[in-house]
């Protein structure tokens, strides 16, 4: 029997030409996994072939997908491997299992003045710090869709964290986003600057605020959602392939719903619960100090942390 050659593009499979293989693409069938998975009937009707054809091009990228399983030891050791960055803060790094963690999101939501946008500048910096000393060793990609970043501050909490603030500052790529797409756009086209600058740290600051100005009302939320939901995935998408910790965060409401506790709710809905690993809330305290909860988390047990934030950054 002849050796059928390998398959590793769309374009490879038997009886799909470039012609083919771009209708598939336009109609998203654009990776051999969703191909594998899907029936020749509606192959065959979406792109005039006959179904015979078809069966024969999905059984071909069925046997073409890779799929990996691993042993919980296997996966043990690599999430042993997995970086994190301080937070500056001893009590709340211990509540995280040990600082912020890469290739996950992670969400701090609170109300004004909560400390959310200070945590975002600490990471910022300790991110810079070398791995197994509070750090991932890497830049910053920094999303300010609300104005709030403050060179002069960085300088300070760099200064204070035993690093240059000027070679801090360099390794700020800093993005004003003033549209929700321009907000989208800035990570569809990080990976260059992500891979050139070796970025550790994505932030953004915050998730939602342009989101919902730009959708107001009901009858826009399907929308909304729609397009948010892509904007988190990428988000995920470019923590797990980088290996980098992804920071967020979000504004709060008052869930009406709620007769009892503290009616505090964080925006933006299911898609925004599901897809951030870790949930923070930021709560006001005495002067300096802020109470930190851990609401969500898929290894570490609800707690509080106590943080201050300080001239120095935040601090125990
Ligand atoms: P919003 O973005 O308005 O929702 O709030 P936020 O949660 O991002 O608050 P932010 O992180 O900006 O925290 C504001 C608090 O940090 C204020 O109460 C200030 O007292 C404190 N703060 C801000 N800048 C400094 C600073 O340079 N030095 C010190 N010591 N504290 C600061
Ligand atoms: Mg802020």
């Given at each position: ?179 929700t ?27 939602m605020?342009l989101f919902r100005s730009e959708y107001p009302g009901r009858g826009a939320l399907g929308e909304r959602q729609q397009k948010l939901n ?37 925006v933006g809905g ?47």
């Open positions: 029997m002849a050796k059928e050659k390998s398959v590793k593009e769309i374009e490879d499979l038997p009886g799909i030409g470039p012609t083919i293989a771009e209708k598939l693409k336009a109609a998203g069938y654009d990776t051999l996994d969703k191909i594998g998975v899907s029936s020749p009937h509606e192959l065959s009707e979406l792109v005039g072939m006959s179904v015979e054809a078809a069966k024969k091009a999905v059984e071909a990228a069925k046997t073409a997908t890779t799929l990996e399983y691993s042993t919980g030891t296997t996966i043990n050791d690599e999430r042993k491997a997995i970086g994190r960055i301080s937070t500056g803060c001893g009590e709340l790094d211990e509540l995280l299992g040990g600082g912020v963690e890469a290739k996950a999101i992670t969400e701090a939501y609170g109300r004004f003045a909560s400390g959310k946008t200070q945590l975002g500048f600490q990471l910022a910096v300790n991110s810079q710090l070398p791995v197994g000393k509070g750090g991932l060793g890497g830049a910053v990609l920094f999303i300010d869709t609300e104005g709030t970043f403050r060179p002069e501050r960085i300088e300070s909490i760099a200064k204070a964290a035993g690093i240059d603030p000027k070679e801090a500052l360099e390794k700020l790529f800093v993005v004003r986003a003033t549209t797409e321009q907000q989208i756009l800035s990570l569809e086209k990080a990976d260059k600057l992500i891979k050139e600058h070796n970025i550790k740290l994505i932030i953004e600051d915050s998730l605020s892509g904007h988190i995935h990428k988000l995920q998408q470019l923590a797990d392939t980088y290996n980098l910790a992804v920071y967020i965060t979000n504004q709060v409401m008052d869930n009406p719903g709620m007769l009892f506790g503290d009616p505090t709710t964080p299911n898609i925004v619960a599901h897809a951030a690993t870790t949930r923070l809330y930021l709560r006001k305290s005495k002067e300096d100090k802020r109470i930190v909860r851990l609401v969500d988390s898929p290894n570490m047990p609800e707690g509080e942390a106590v943080m201050k934030i300080t001239p120095n950054g935040i601090k125990e």
